[in-house]
């Protein structure tokens, strides 16, 4: 099983910026394919984006154009750059490795962090 560490939540002002990381343990990492999500109060789970194959990312449309994804493969490494923050983007923040299936869903991810809590201030 891939150990998964989600880190650099925090509390922001909209229009601020964070980076989140995200550690998977392995010595193949950089076969991973990564994706980010997220959950807020009262919601579903859903997807952000993800980090796949020959360095492709792809984006929620919520987020496309304000949020990049990139890696670190000497780290085993993926980070959530987050700009332009909206209060609608608080939440908890997910790393998970996918395995298989609609990159969008949920079960198709095999490995998943705790978790990093981000929450923006109006």
């Known amino acids: 099983q891939v150990q998964v560490v989600e880190s650099g939540g925090g509390l922001v002002q909209a229009g601020g910026s964070l980076r989140l990381s995200c550690a998977a343990s392995g010595r193949t990492f950089s076969t991973y394919r990564m994706g980010w999500f997220r959950q807020a109060p009262g919601k579903e789970r859903e997807f952000v984006g993800g980090?796949?194959?020959?360095?492709?990312?792809t984006y929620a449309d919520s987020v496309k154009g304000r949020f990049t994804i990139s890696r670190d493969n000497t780290k085993n490494t993926v980070y959530l750059q987050m700009n332009s923050l909206k209060p609608e983007d608080t939440a908890v923040y997910y790393c998970?490795?996918?395995?298989?299936?609609?990159?969008?869903?949920?079960?198709?991810?095999?490995?998943w962090g705790q978790g990093t809590q981000v929450t923006v201030s109006s």
């Open positions: 980090s796949w194959t020959r360095g492709a990312t």
């Open positions: 998970a490795r996918y395995s298989s299936g609609s990159t969008e869903y949920i079960g198709s991810y095999d490995s």
